[in-house]
């Protein structure tokens, strides 16, 4: 089934475009800052390191004109075959970039993942701006911050550091105000009325995936994805029905995500259900499911369509 991309309102004077490209280290804050900016959920957001393994584009339109945030995965030294997909998506969407927003978390020190992300940026052939996050914690220090960029980003402009709070949304006017400004003039990439380019499909598996990490998070929040495996409209297109699997590596841990009497696929179930109420237009009926792909974090296939979409 073919449905249109998700739709927002706005007005659209057709005179700056640019696609920014949203880096940063796992959990500081990326997809947060993305809804902030989109004034939307586009990203799904978790405390589980390496939530996001797309790249995932948020649209703002303004009288400016349109800037295509897309969020990449977080820097993540690892091996290990799913976390270098990751990479490559993240490595493809920087390079494909007008501008990279690098995002750091004011209330964590740096460190050698910190300093990968600087090192990439410096090969980095538009302009790059940094958003200061977290600055709401009571151990947040931009001081800090500010000196890990001199040393290891020398060429970056002080004007373009900004202090902000994603989850409070402060300082996200200023941020995209300075961005707009960056921007080159040129045609929007997509209609006024879009804020992400999702498909349904995906929308509904990210969502249900953020549900799962977030009740599951200290036994499988890698060990899983979700698989949309039917979405109808019916009732002349009013309710949408959509039979959908959590899928994870082992029979053992279908337990876990059933929980007893069915009690964690149903409170997954239910806060999913929630998401879907404030984001679409129809009515959605969940058949919610768990089934196992043994080892599928080791297996190509899988990964390519999980990741490159």
Not at 160 to 167: D, E, G, K, W
Not at 299 to 304: E, G, H, I, Q, S
């Amino acid at each position: 089934m073919s449905v249109p991309a998700t739709r927002w309102c706005g007005r659209l004077m057709n005179k700056k475009a640019a696609f920014v490209a949203v880096v940063g280290r796992p959990s500081a804050g990326k997809s947060t800052l993305l809804n902030a900016l989109c004034g939307a959920k586009v990203a799904i957001v978790s405390p589980v390191p390496q939530t996001t393994r797309n790249a995932i584009r948020g649209i703002v339109n303004r009288e400016a004109g349109q800037l295509v945030f897309v969020d990449t995965p977080g820097q993540h030294l690892s091996e290990k075959k799913l976390n270098r997909k990751l990479m490559e998506v993240a490595g493809r969407s920087q390079a494909a970039a007008d501008l990279a927003l690098y995002v750091l978390d004011a209330a964590r020190e740096g460190g050698p993942e910190e300093e990968a992300v600087a090192e990439r940026l410096k090969g980095f052939s538009g302009q790059v701006f940094a958003a200061i996050n977290k600055m709401d914690s009571k151990t947040a220090d931009e001081k800090r911050v500010r000196e890990f960029l001199k040393k290891n980003l020398p060429d970056l402009d002080e004007k373009r550091c900004f202090p902000v709070s994603a989850l409070k949304n402060e300082g996200t006017e200023t941020l995209l105000t300075c961005l707009f400004d960056a921007a080159e003039t040129g045609e929007p990439f997509y209609p006024e009325e879009y804020y992400t380019d999702q498909d349904l499909s995906f929308r509904i598996s990210e969502i249900i995936r953020e549900k799962a990490i977030q009740r599951l998070r200290q036994e499988l929040p890698h060990s899983l994805y979700v698989d949309v495996a039917d979405a109808e409209l019916r009732d002349n297109e009013t309710k949408l029905w959509v039979r959908a699997f959590i899928v994870t590596e082992r029979e053992s841990q279908k337990g876990m995500i059933v929980g007893k009497g069915g009690a964690m696929i149903k409170a997954i179930r239910e806060a999913a259900l929630r998401d879907f109420k404030e984001i679409f237009d129809w009515k959605v009926e969940l058949d919610l499911r768990v089934k196992t792909a043994k080892d599928w974090r080791h297996n190509d296939a899988v990964l390519r369509r999980l990741i490159d979409r």
